[in-house]
């Protein structure tokens, strides 16, 4: 038997919805992305204030998505059974979960907003562009919520489009509001980043009103509405926490380590130069890399999909081939990364020379690191929980993370005091470590599960 799946209609469906995915991603990484080089212009301070504050947006994204997953999971599993009546009550749990994480953070945000940016930076101009930022970005995080886990639930049975309309829309209008609100245009005041804050949250506000509308108007399969979700088989919440909160687990360690890295970039010494290289460095990465995660994702509903249709003998097959495309797709996403020093170089020519050096610096390890990004994270996310396997995804993020990674990097920041570039990549080298314990779980077929109740 071959070991590389032959036809041309999988390689289709998968080019499309990892396509589809990774433009939702494009989108939504430049709206982070628009703010990043517009402050950037503006000041490098006011650049740095926000990109503190894009770590909790992050934190809040990884949490969501966690959410999220465990929905595509289940829903995908129900979805290629053709049993579409337990969707909904999937649905409806996993944003009971996202809307409260999101209401959480909101009041942290809202209350103690220059505690938290002070967790991350001790150079004061930074903590004043922060607060002033996050005071208003904070309103945008059940917005975000809502949207993010309504467009989960539309992906559980193969629809992708509605994410980048979204996303599309969210750009233009943020782009044109923050040209706007942070020059001072047009009779304008010039706000700087508390006018990129509002531009945002405008921008939440209208991409929520367009999942409602397409929900109610354009899809016909599941015809969900608040009715539907609001009142659930609450019996469903066990089954949905049994998928996702080792995910959830997983992603909140990894968007709160994100907050740690950050937080050990920004006490260091030099922290003036090292934020805003690593703030660019990382944004680089996420619009660089989208196709990867579009990858992980596709994978994650035809894995699913796959194993709902009860077609075991067909997954080794499956998973064999995604691995191989994971592969190609990081190489690719490497080199790209490396080549791009030069241009995102043009782009931020405000960076005083020595921050310019560093990021340089950043985006060559992140070049080297995404290789395996691309391949261990998809087979993680695409493959190891889309088959139930989540504990195992947990335990591995959580050892790599906290037990080697932050550390190494805690050691060299603090005790030994390497260069900004040596600590960065001790934090980043878990995307090479994890590579072959992936490769050995997938290959152990040990992460197929049963998840889904019997009709």
Known sequence: ????????????????????L????????????????????????????????NQLQFFLQMLVQGVGEGVVVLGARY????????????????????????????????????????????????VEQGVQYLQI???????FALTNMLTASLRTIGIVKIGYMISASTLCINICLNYVLIYGHFGAPALGVRGAAIATLVSRAVELLIVI????FREHTLNLNWRKLLFIDTSYIKDYIHVSLPVLITQALWGFSSIVQTAVLGNMDN????????SISVLVF????????????????????????????????TAFTFQVLFCIIGVFTGLIIFFSRGPVMMIYDTLTPEAAELTQQFI??????????????AADSGILRAGGDTRFAMWNNMVFTWLICLPCAILSAFVFHFPPVVVFFCLKMDQLGKCPVIFLRVRSKKWIKQITRQS
């Not at 038997?1 to 589809?20: D, G, Q, V, W």
């Not at 939702?24 to 504050?53: E, H, K, P, W």
């Open 1 to 20: 038997m071959n070991r590389m799946l032959r036809e041309k209609s999988f390689y289709k469906t998968f080019a499309i919805l990892t396509l589809s």
């Open 22 to 53: 990774a433009l939702q991603n494009l989108l939504t990484y430049s709206v982070n992305m628009a703010d990043n080089i517009m402050l950037g212009r503006f000041s490098q301070d006011a650049l740095s204030g926000a990109s503190l504050c």
């Open 79 to 126: 979805w290629g059974k053709k049993d579409l009546k337990h969707i909904p009550h999937i649905i409806g749990a996993g944003l009971r979960f996202g809307v409260a994480i999101a209401v959480l953070m909101f009041l942290a945000a809202l209350f103690f907003p220059e505690q938290i940016i002070r967790l991350m930076s001790n150079d004061e101009a930074i």
């Open 137 to 143: 970005i904070c309103f945008t995080y059940v917005l």
């Open 213 to 216: 509308w397409y929900l109610k």
């Open 271 to 278: 922290s003036a130069m090292v934020v805003p290289a690593n």
């Open 286 to 317: 996420q619009i660089l890399s989208v196709v990867g995660y579009g990858a992980a994702s596709a994978a994650a509903i035809l894995t699913g999909r796959t194993l709902g249709e009860g077609k075991k003998e067909r997954i080794d097959q």
């Open 364 to 377: 060559t390890v992140l070049a080297i690191t995404s290789v395996g990004t691309c391949y261990q994270m």
